[in-house]
C-alpha cells in the first residue's frame, strides 16, 4: 500500500487500510509486544514475564498483531514462538520515535489522544 505525497488525492480504501493499521499499534502493550519481539523470539509466557501483565492480556494482544499480518507464530511442539513478520515495521517504529522526538514528544499533549485526554473522540 502506498499512500501517496503527490497532487494525487488517495484512494479511501489506501487511506482506512493505513489508519488501521495505526489502530493495531495503537495501545502501549502492542507497541511494548513489537519491541520486544524486535530482539528476538518469544513465546506468550516469555512476554508475560517481560512484561509483568496477565497471560490472557498478552495473548490477546499478540492475537491482534497475528491477526494484522504484524506477527507470527512458529510451532515448536506445544509452545508457540512470535517473530516480526515483516523489518518495514521497525522502520516505521523508528521513523516514530524520531518524529517524538523532532516534535518534543508534543502529541502526549494532545487534547484528544494525550495521556490526559479529556474531550474530543472517544479513546478506546
Partial sequence: MAISTGNST????????????FHSLSDSTRLAIVRRLATGEARVSDLVAQLGLAQSTVSQHVACLRDC??????????QVFYHLTHPELLHML???EALLTATGHAVALCPNYGPDATGGPQRE
Avoid: K, S
Fill in 69 to 78: 499480518g504484524l506477527v507470527h507464530g512458529r510451532a515448536e511442539g506445544r
Fill in 94 to 96: 523508528t521513523a516514530a
Fill in 10 to 21: 488517495p484512494h479511501q480504501a489506501e487511506l482506512d487500510t493505513a489508519a488501521t493499521l
